[in-house]
């Protein structure tokens, strides 16, 4: 682990990462000792930052940082969190112009492969996302719905989360987002209002846009899942995984998650 550059493990009780949760990360996947998808991580910390105003973030020095962590790998996940540093008194960010830099390393999550073969199984959430326009589309520091999320998922047989908001909507899973097929019409739910917009989901838009399939983000319930011809799930890690149950719908087609996977591979 790195922190502003230098090997530590230790961050300061004054830093706003732990007095508010005061920052944003992102996490990217580390293939033959190189960032994957570099620049739009980088940019998503950028409109992260934008979007809480924290300033003075050295860019250049994160970049090369992030570069040479995942040249230490040939393979794993690494992990960027920016916080707006130490300083100010309670809420206020006055005195805080030195951010903080946390890079770190882990391995790649195996059993993605095995997924990728079997499919996903979906547990449909008891736990809401809170509806806020202000934060909905980055992955700021403030993940205690995840927390809830993923500890009520462990104590099921599912492998990830179908999470709805305060209103009933579909939003995303716990930590991936969401696609649906209906005949030649594809579906992602708006994250307008809460959820993360991951990069890979960013991708996948394009690419179908690219490959002629206009893609509708929609508020929508859970049942419209019922009708679905497909189902599949995406993050930067797995990159997209294929679902083949949400409680008692399954589904078997996996025309979109080859035709994804093949532009992955």
Known sequence: MWINGEPQDSLAVRDRAVQFGDGCFTT???????????????????HGCERLMIQHVDWAALRDEMIFAASTRTGGVLKVILSRG??????SALGCDRPTRIVFLSDYPTHYHQLRQTGVKLALSTVRLGRNPLLAGIKHLNRLEQVLIRTELEQTDADEALVLDTEG?????????????????VFTPCLAGSGVSG????????????????????????????????????NALMPVLPVYQIEQHTYSSRQLFNLIRLQDD
């Open 28 to 46: 990217a996947r580390i293939l033959s000792g190189t960032v994957v998808a570099l620049e739009a991580h980088l940019q998503r910390l950028a």
């Open 86 to 91: 130490a300083g100010g008194r309670g809420y």
């Open 169 to 185: 909507m579909l939003v995303e899973c716990c930590a991936a987002n969401l696609f649906w097929r209906r005949g030649n019409q």
């Open 199 to 234: 990069i890979q989901r960013q991708r996948v838009i394009q690419l179908l846009r690219e490959q002629g399939t206009e893609v509708a983000e929609v508020r929508a319930p859970a049942e419209v899942l019922a009708t679905a011809d497909e189902v599949f799930i995406t």
